[in-house]
Nanobody
C-alpha cells in the first residue's frame, strides 16, 4: 500500500512562487508514473502535469506551460511542482496522483490509481 502526502501549499500574491511536494510512503519499491491535478471550487478536477517514472518525460496542461515545472527525486520518493508567475486563476486544491496508466503524447492519456489528500493553493490579486 502506497500513501501520498502533499505539502507546500499556502497563500501567495499574484506573480509569486510556490513549490509543492508529494512524498510517497509505504510499498515504494518501484517508481511510478506520477502527476499533479487541481480542483477549484465548483469545478472539476483538472490535469496539471505528469512525469514518467524515470523523470525523463513530462507533460503540462496548456494553462501552466512555461510557468510550472514538475520534477521528482526517486531516491527520496518525492515529486515536486514548482509554480512560478502564479495567477489568481491558479487558486485550487492541488492533488498529487500515482498513475496506473500513463501515455504522454498528444493527447496524453492516463488512469489515476491513487490520490493524495490535497493541499490548498490560494493566489491573491
Amino acid at each position: 500500500q502506497v500513501q501520498l502526502v502533499e505539502s507546500g501549499g499556502g497563500l501567495v500574491q499574484a506573480g509569486g512562487s510556490l513549490r509543492l511536494s508529494c512524498a510517497a510512503s509505504g510499498r515504494t519499491k518501484s517508481s511510478y508514473d506520477m502527476g499533479w491535478f487541481r480542483q477549484a471550487p465548483g469545478k472539476e478536477r483538472d490535469f496539471v502535469a505528469a512525469i514518467s517514472r524515470s523523470g525523463a518525460t513530462t507533460d503540462y496542461a496548456d494553462s501552466v506551460k512555461g510557468r510550472f515545472t514538475i520534477s521528482r527525486d526517486n531516491a527520496k520518493n518525492t515529486m515536486y511542482l514548482q509554480m512560478n508567475s502564479l495567477k489568481p486563476e491558479d487558486t485550487a486544491v492541488y492533488y498529487c496522483a500515482v498513475f496506473g496508466f500513463l501515455r504522454i503524447s498528444r493527447p496524453t492519456t492516463y488512469k489515476v490509481a491513487l490520490w493524495g489528500q490535497g493541499t490548498q493553493v490560494t493566489v491573491s490579486s
